[in-house]
């Protein structure tokens, strides 16, 4: 049974670098037949797909079009996890973040992890 | 990108059926995932490809799926499944899509 814990600061400040961690048990991060997602949700946005890594004999990203530029997904297969990273935050990226494990497209998302709630302070 | 529409609330009283919709364009042509979320928690998958159950999810929980609408159906409804229900499906441009969401209220 796949489990994703979450961790990472709640208050991060306008124009700097959001960082969450995602680990995993009961799978390995290099899964053939899994991806690895991040998901937000704020009142404003609802429930926003963010980006996904994932490996298929070398390792890709997929990311969200809006935030493309800011982001980046990764995996530290030494730690079975995979981390996000959003940079230049401002108070609109204010959201709960979500990690949560994916497969091919198409796939439904499950697990989530647990959430954690960002603000950005401006 | 692809909009899916739910309404903002359903009101049902318990041991009836509830019924929450999902549209948008054709998406009888896609697969339809479904998640429940309960305040302070996070989205759990209830139903997947239209009509499929995880284990541990309910009988009573079911799904369809047919030209510009999706259902999601809770039969014999329970005070426990009061939450925020939302749809998701992968759009053209292989990208995740989720329903603005349903506040099913058990009267």
């Known amino acids: 049974q796949v489990q994703l814990q979450q961790s990472g600061p709640g208050l991060v400040k306008a124009s700097q670098t959001l960082s969450l961690t995602c680990a995993i048990s009961?799978?390995?991060?290099?899964?053939?037949?899994?991806?690895w997602n991040w998901v937000r949700q704020s009142p404003s946005r609802g429930l926003e797909w963010l980006g996904r890594?994932?490996?298929?004999?070398?390792?890709?990203?997929d990311y969200e079009v809006s935030v493309k530029s800011r982001i980046t997904i990764n995996a530290d297969t030494s730690k079975n996890q995979f981390s996000l990273q959003l940079n230049s935050v401002t108070p609109e990226d204010t959201a709960v973040y979500y990690c949560?494990?994916?497969?091919?497209?198409?796939?439904?998302?499950?697990?989530w992890g647990q959430g954690t709630l960002v603000t950005v302070s401006s | 990108s692809y909009v899916l529409a739910q309404p903002p609330s359903v009101s049902v009283a318990p041991g009836k059926t509830a019924r929450i919709t999902c549209g948008g364009n054709?998406?009888?042509?896609?697969?339809v995932h479904w998640y429940q979320q309960k305040p302070g928690q996070a989205p759990v998958l209830v139903i997947y490809?239209?009509?499929d159950r995880p284990s541990g999810v309910p009988e009573r929980f079911s799904g369809s799926n047919s030209g510009i609408t999706a259902t999601l159906t809770i039969s014999r409804v329970e005070a426990g499944d009061e939450a925020d229900y939302y749809c998701?499906?992968?759009?053209?441009?292989?990208?995740?899509?989720f329903g603005g969401g349903t506040k099913l209220t058990v009267l």
């Open positions: 890594t994932y490996y298929r004999s070398k390792w890709y990203n």
């Open positions: 998701q499906v992968w759009d053209s441009s292989s990208d995740p899509v």
């Open positions: 009961g799978e390995t991060v290099s899964s053939n037949s899994a991806t």
């Open positions: 490809y239209d009509n």
């Open positions: 054709n998406i009888g042509s896609k697969n």
């Open positions: 949560a494990r994916g497969g091919g497209s198409g796939w439904p998302f499950d697990p």
